[in-house]
């Protein structure tokens, strides 16, 4: 039986989820190896103990039975499932440590993009909302960004309809299980996103779109983003949840102010006045922010024919020929890449910087200097 099948059957476990999955994994190498594993060796992996480690063994024959089936069901209407251990896995997902350990697909795997952008907000927007999408997404499109969201009625699928008339990719990310699109309004919609991008689910096929399905999808419209935009928003709305969420995967987040009596810009306004996010007028400040628009530095270091400085310790020796090589990252890629704890990161940054050997950019971003 294949690696795949045991790896969806993992996540239908009770009380097995993500994180726990994640942990699993690495302690056993493989989900064939977790379903093979005694009681005992279970209890040894971190966040498991005894309850969990019973629910695998009890429940493991039943979840490979369910995923075999899933599989083939989702193989004959035509929907792909990538997995946390496939290549082309997203990379920004694989940095957060509740990433989903398989989702579901219909059209193109887009979200490797060089750049993200979510835009997310009100499900009744104003004209002035509107018009904010449609002006802010015509004027970046040179950036050539996929464009995700969640495919609601609103600021979301207004962002999606501009993205694809601007010749964007998009990525719809849906609180309900495929095939089925939700709004069904939408369905139409959907089949182009599809044909220029992605629509995606963490669900199992057929998932009703239940209430609690969406703030736990927002984590996904985060996590695959470079930058989260809040266009009108209470401040009760999901685009709050999916602010929030975006802080703390240190996204950069930004919001477009309204009046200060505006219902609909009331969440927008308090995200701006906690500092949780940047306040932007248009695309050119959020360019600016992001330095998308300082071609000035769009020469690769990794072309670079200088030699490297003599006194790098190995671990800086890592990161800047990991910079060289990807041109620029975000404190969190290079986290990843160099398997290097945050702290630990942040004091080598923080060195190299000082001697000019690479330069901090917006966005958390990093780049090498020499």
């Known amino acids: 039986m294949s690696e795949k099948i045991h790896l969806l059957a993992l996540s239908k476990i009770k009380n097995v989820g993500s994180v726990i999955a994640r942990n699993l994994l690495a302690y056993f190498g493989s989900a064939e190896n977790v379903f093979k594993a005694k009681k005992q060796s279970l209890m040894k992996v971190p966040n498991v103990g005894e309850l969990i480690a019973e629910e695998i063994i009890k429940g493991r024959d039943t979840a490979l039975k369910i995923a075999e089936e899933e599989i083939t069901r989702a193989e004959k209407l035509q929907i792909s499932l990538c997995f946390f251990t496939d290549e082309n896995y997203p990379t920004r997902l694989k940095l957060?440590?509740?990433?989903?350990?398989?989702?579901?697909?219909?059209?193109q795997p887009v979200w490797n993009a060089e750049r993200t952008i979510?835009?997310?907000?009100?499900?009744?927007?104003?004209?002035?909302?509107?018009?904010?999408?449609?002006?802010?997404?015509?004027?970046?499109?040179?950036?050539?960004?996929?464009?995700?969201?969640?495919?609601?009625?609103?600021?979301?699928?207004?962002?999606?309809?501009?993205?694809?008339?601007?010749?964007?990719k998009t990525i719809a990310v849906l609180g309900n299980g495929l095939p089925d699109i939700y709004p069904a309004s939408h369905t139409q919609l959907a089949k182009e996103i599809i044909q220029e991008g992605a629509v995606i689910s963490e669900y199992p096929l057929f998932t009703a779109p239940d209430a609690p399905n969406f703030p736990k999808r927002n984590r996904i419209v985060a996590g695959l983003s470079d930058a989260v935009i809040v266009v009108e928003s209470k401040v009760e709305g999901g685009s709050i949840i999916t602010a929030s969420i975006a802080n703390s995967y240190n996204k950069d987040v930004f919001a477009f102010p309204?009046?200060?009596?505006?219902?609909?810009?009331?969440?927008?306004?308090?995200?701006?006045?906690?500092?949780?996010?940047?306040?932007?007028?248009?695309?050119?400040?959020?360019?600016y922010f992001m330095n998308w628009s300082a071609e000035k530095y769009s020469t690769s270091a990794s072309n670079s024919t200088l030699s490297l400085p003599i006194h790098l310790s190995k671990e800086q020796e890592l990161v800047l020929n990991l910079l060289r090589e990807k041109n620029k990252l975000h404190i969190d890629e290079l986290s990843y890449y160099a398997?290097?704890?945050?702290?630990?990161?942040?004091?080598?940054?923080?060195?190299?910087?000082?001697n000019n050997?690479?330069?901090?950019?917006?966005?958390?971003?990093?780049?090498?200097?020499v």
């Open 96 to 107: 957060l440590n509740d990433s989903p350990l398989v989702f579901y697909y219909k059209g």
């Open 258 to 287: 309204g009046r200060t009596n505006d219902l609909y810009s009331s969440g927008c306004n308090a995200l701006i006045k906690l500092q949780k996010a940047q306040l932007i007028e248009n695309a050119d400040d959020f360019l």
């Open 357 to 369: 050997w690479i330069r901090s950019l917006p966005g958390r971003m990093y780049e090498a200097c």
């Open 118 to 168: 979510a835009i997310v907000g009100t499900r009744k927007p104003t004209n002035y909302g509107r018009d904010l999408v449609i002006k802010f997404i015509q004027d970046i499109q040179s950036t050539n960004a996929v464009i995700v969201s969640g495919l609601a009625y609103g600021i979301d699928g207004i962002a999606h309809q501009e993205a694809l008339k601007n010749n964007l």
């Open 339 to 354: 398997q290097l704890s945050s702290s630990q990161l942040s004091m080598i940054l923080l060195e190299m910087e000082m």
